[in-house]
């Protein structure tokens, strides 16, 4: 008979037993008296773990450094509980007979040194720290917690949603997909916590107002009714006992407050908080000028001079160096990467997208923020998850030929868009169909056909009081490189990212794949759709339902545009809904059938007077920032389209067979009625 199979207990690690045995400690200390030896040390001890909680707070780069806080909070809170029942118990106990060293050491020297070995004082201190972590950052915390838990869950659908756009773009990998999911994950989980967890700190502030007053009720009790003590001296004993107690357990929990506020107030972003606060409040010279300015009025106004001249001279000295520093980065601006390449290299390089700014220009990637990089990375990845493809990096030089703020955007080797920034001003847009009354130089949207004026810093704001919108110069680039993208992503997909993204779904659904990239549909008319779709700004996410329409249409004579057209019509939904302006209308210029074969034929003269029609009924459309909508007969879309778009790029081109059924549909002008009367 064999013998059973001996499992082997896994080793347990020596901090396994810590947290059952203080809660075991926790539970002792409530019913047995704890010797005031002991009590110090646990005194220390609590002091020392609130002072860890308040530091590690301040050094973590994300909340989810600490993601145990929410249950630290919990056990920090019992711990000091439990320690406010054993210092009541010994002080109600033993203060009649061992007076003010009743308690401990610790409790004695809070009483004393902390307060100032003033009843008074002590009381008032105490009064103060608890209405600052009650009213003040116990408060803020709780409601700050609501808030982070309730934007967490609800946005966690779309981060969720966000993750699968990037995997469908190729933009992530399986694994790099899972670890991104788990983190939302952990970050819905960490604020739901906290939102209860915060309640703890709320009602330990209460709950040590409360003991506070019964010590000094009972202690009085005890000392004039029990022991006969005169009543004066029983107040001053028992009184200065309870405030050392109540400050011993308040300034840890203050401590622990505080430190739970700094969590629920960071962001998700990885930073380090006190370079942020560095860089983001003293990185700036002319706010230190100006604050130093400020110090040396005061001085003169009676209040006393040194510490205030002390304080305007060091942050004058602060303004100095930052400037210094910044025109040295500005002289060598090769550290301007972060991500994304800010030096032409020395060897020509396949750079599809280039940015080229002028010298004035230059400090959007190398001053503190570098506002440019950060804007386009960001740019790229909404692109990408809108498209459902990978937008390549955008390569950022200096180029000393333009204007000293002037940019230009190459992408695919053709120029796609340039301007000049105005120094010190920036683009006031009026929203749609309302007149924008400012006075200024005359500017033009990037990227868009939208007028607007150049404003200074004063009436920028005047202008998005009037609902205007406002581009400063890192806007007005990344809007230009924006649409640059757009009109010509075509060009900057590639036949090896169709393969990588292709790749990716074989991952998932390789039957799929399989079938779609058989004989009958090759590599290369798949990617010339695809390429199709995107240069008319139809997202080809998800790629599964894309690749399921491409092979349901694939055949020997099927051509890239008809694979691409029937891509259109399942969308035709989508398409539909991207063409609506922001009251929800399709609102759409319609080309009747004579003018269209009137457009498509080969009069050249007859088709610049069609254009010329399309060009005038849209304008309106365009000068207000909305869609520009054309709809034809479904025969001549694409065709339409490539001769229209050579003249007016941004217009969205749709067939009559995508447009039906499509309620908000609203036509303002018919182009070509008098061809029909002709052909009459």
Avoid at 117 to 144: K, M, P
Avoid at 276 to 296: D, K, M, N, P, Y
Wanted: glycine fraction near 8%; charge should be neutral.
């Amino acid at each position: 008979m064999p013998s059973p199979s001996l499992t082997t207990a896994p080793r347990r690690h020596a901090l396994d037993w810590v947290v059952p045995i203080g809660i075991l400690l926790a539970v002792m200390v409530v019913l047995a008296p704890v010797p005031a030896a002991l009590l110090d040390i646990l005194l220390a001890a609590n002091l020392t773990l609130s002072v860890l909680a308040l530091l590690g707070a301040i050094a973590a780069r994300t909340p989810l450094e600490l993601s145990i806080f929410p249950t630290f909070l919990l056990g920090s809170t019992l711990v000091r509980l439990v320690l406010n029942v054993a210092t009541t118990r010994l002080v109600l106990s033993r203060a009649a007979v061992d007076g003010a060293d009743a308690a401990g050491e610790v409790v004695k020297a809070f009483g004393q040194f902390v307060a100032a070995n003033d009843l008074i004082v002590g009381a008032v201190i105490f009064a103060i720290i608890a209405v600052i972590q009650f009213v003040v950052i116990t408060a803020g915390s709780t409601r700050t917690s609501e808030v982070a838990a309730r934007f967490t869950l609800d946005g966690l659908p779309g981060r969720q949603m966000a993750i699968d756009a990037e995997v469908q773009a190729g933009a992530l990998t399986r694994e790099e997909a899972r670890a991104a999911r788990l983190e939302v994950q952990r970050h819905a989980d960490f604020f739901a916590a906290m939102d209860g967890a915060s309640r703890f700190v709320r009602g330990e502030a209460i709950a040590g107002v409360i003991i506070t007053a019964v010590n000094i009720v009972g202690g009085l009790a005890i000392g004039v009714v029990q022991h006969g003590m005169p009543l004066r001296r029983a107040v001053d004993v028992y009184s200065r006992l309870t405030i050392g107690d109540g400050l011993v357990s308040a300034v840890p929990a203050l401590f622990v407050s505080v430190a739970t506020g700094l969590l629920v107030s960071r962001s998700s972003q990885a930073v380090d908080l006190p370079r942020e606060l560095g860089r983001q409040f003293f990185s700036r010279a002319h706010v230190l000028v100006i604050t130093a300015g400020f110090l040396v009025a005061l001085s003169l106004t009676g209040l006393p001079r040194v510490p205030l001249l002390a304080m305007a001279a060091t942050l004058g000295v602060g303004a100095i160096l930052l400037t210094r520093q910044h025109n040295a980065s500005v002289a060598s601006p090769a550290g301007a990467s972060s991500g994304e390449s800010a030096r032409s290299p020395t060897i020509p390089v396949d750079e599809p997208i280039v940015v080229e700014l002028g010298a004035g220009l230059l400090p959007l990637l190398t001053g503190p923020d570098a506002a440019l990089i950060a804007a386009v990375r960001q740019m790229r990845s909404e692109i990408g998850a809108d498209l459902g493809m990978v937008v390549p990096q955008v390569a950022f030089r200096d180029n000393l030929s333009l204007p000293p703020r002037g940019y230009q955007v190459t992408v695919a080797g053709d120029p796609a868009a340039d301007g000049v920034l105005p120094e010190g001003r920036r683009l006031a847009l009026p929203r749609a169909g309302e007149p924008l009354s400012l006075d200024g130089p005359e500017g033009v949207e990037p990227g868009g056909q939208r007028r607007g004026v150049w404003v200074g810093q004063a009436l920028a704001e005047t202008a998005r009081k009037r609902g205007a919108s406002v581009l400063d110069e890192t806007a007005c680039i990344r809007q230009a490189l924006e649409s640059s993208i757009r009109r010509h992503a075509d060009k900057l997909l590639s036949r090896e990212a169709v393969a990588r993204l292709l790749e990716s779904l074989r991952a998932t659904q390789p039957a799929l794949v399989e079938q779609s990239t058989g004989d009958g549909l090759p590599l290369a008319r798949i990617h010339r759709a695809l390429q199709l779709l995107v240069r008319e700004g139809v997202p080809i996410r998800p790629l599964s339902e894309v690749l399921e329409v491409l092979a349901d249409h694939a055949g020997s004579d099927a051509t890239p545009a008809q694979l691409a057209e029937a891509v259109r019509r399942e969308r035709a939904a989508t398409i539909c809904r991207r063409g609506r302006d922001a009251e929800g209308r399709l609102v759409v210029v319609r080309v009747a059938t004579p003018a269209l074969d009137t457009l498509l034929s080969d009069r050249p003269r007859d088709a610049a007077r069609i254009i010329a029609q399309v060009r005038r009924a849209v304008a309106p459309r365009i000068e207000r920032g909305a869609p520009a909508v054309v709809v034809v007969p479904a025969h001549g879309r694409s065709q339409a389209r490539d001769r229209l778009c050579r003249q007016l790029p941004m217009l969205q081109v749709l067939s009559d067979e995508e447009a039906t059924g499509e309620d908000s549909m609203v036509v303002f002008v018919t182009v070509g009625e008098e061809e029909a009367l002709r052909a009459a």
